[in-house]
């Protein structure tokens, strides 16, 4: 499921990242790679922060719709 349907709080893991090349790029520097433990930290505006390998990072939400978690 995207990672925007885990809920604030919740955690999950990645499992893939969907999307354009250069999109998979961007999130991957990110930290958002395969096996990496994420978890929603809040909701604001459209925007979603969440914490990856002790790093809080805000992206947009249709980037977050990309990021499939477990």
Request: aromatic fraction near 2%.
């Amino acid at each position: 499921m995207p990672l925007t349907m885990i809920g604030t709080g919740k955690a999950g893991i990645v499992q893939k990242v969907t999307g354009k090349e250069e999109t998979r790029k961007f999130l991957e520097s990110l930290g958002f790679v395969a096996g990496s433990a994420v978890t929603i930290i809040t909701e604001i505006g459209g925007n979603v922060i969440v914490n990856i390998k002790d790093s809080r990072v805000a992206i947009g939400r249709d980037m977050a719709n990309k990021i499939m978690v477990a």
